[in-house]
């Protein structure tokens, strides 16, 4: 207990000082992930039971693949909210496959072109965080990882905000890790006054 302990330490230390300024306490956190004793393959960013046992999940400190990954989603989300579309090009695959409500974009240069790019000329004020952010490793250079995700910003004179649930597939290489296909499943937004706005995802 007291080398998983100092092992667990070791590894926030280690966070915290590579995490950017202003890099809350809640987010260091995020150097636990929580699983199953009898279940290992069950995985949560956050304290709970277990779906298969009802077991209460234990916390256990990230390794340095699934810190790695964690640290990609905040360099995303920063690259998100500067809106640096050079920045979020680096980390996909040319090839990558966006799937958001019932759209699909085939590639990074259709996503970028047709979807992200104009949205994001559109976002004045843009707040857009991943949280819950859990990865999932498939062998050294493979990878799923899940995440929720929330978003804020104003279009024109309207003030939207939403949020929802997004599934990554990556894969690395001699650059780091590439996301290859996305999935979002968004709540529906509200727009200042009350009134419901359709949108598949971010």
């Known amino acids: ?15 915290i000082v590579s995490a950017p300024a202003g890099t809350s306490a ?5 150097a ?3 699983t199953c004793s009898m279940h290992p393959n069950v995985v949560d960013a956050k304290p709970g039971e277990c779906p298969v046992c009802s077991m209460r999940l234990k916390a256990r400190a990230m390794t340095p693949a699934e810190a790695a990954l964690v640290a990609f989603f905040k360099a995303y989300d920063a690259a998100f909210v500067a809106k640096d579309m050079d ?9 990558t496959t966006v799937y958001e409500g019932g759209g699909i974009n085939d ?3 259709n996503y970028r072109d047709a979807h992200l ?7 004045d004020n843009l707040e857009f965080a991943h ?6 490793l498939l062998g050294a250079d ?5 995440a929720d995700y929330a978003i804020k910003a104003k279009t024109g004179n309207r003030i939207t905000e939403g949020g929802g649930l997004a599934t990554y597939v990556l894969s690395k290489d001699a650059d780091g890790w590439k996301i290859r296909h996305t999935h979002t499943s968004a709540k529906r937004r509200v727009a200042a006054g009350g009134a419901p706005e359709e949108h598949g995802g971010y």
Do not use: C, D
Request: hydrophobic share 55%; aromatic share 14%.
């Open 142 to 146: 493979a990878a799923y990882v899940t």
């Open 131 to 136: 949280s819950n952010v859990v990865p999932h």
């Open 26 to 30: 809640r987010q260091v956190a995020a």
């Open 87 to 95: 920045k979020l090009a680096a980390m996909y695959a040319p090839e």
């Open 107 to 109: 590639s990074w240069r």
């Open 32 to 34: 636990e992930l929580y």
């Open 1 to 15: 207990m007291r080398v998983f302990r100092a092992i667990a330490f070791a590894a926030t230390v280690a966070l």
């Open 117 to 123: 790019g104009p949205e994001l000329k559109g976002y």
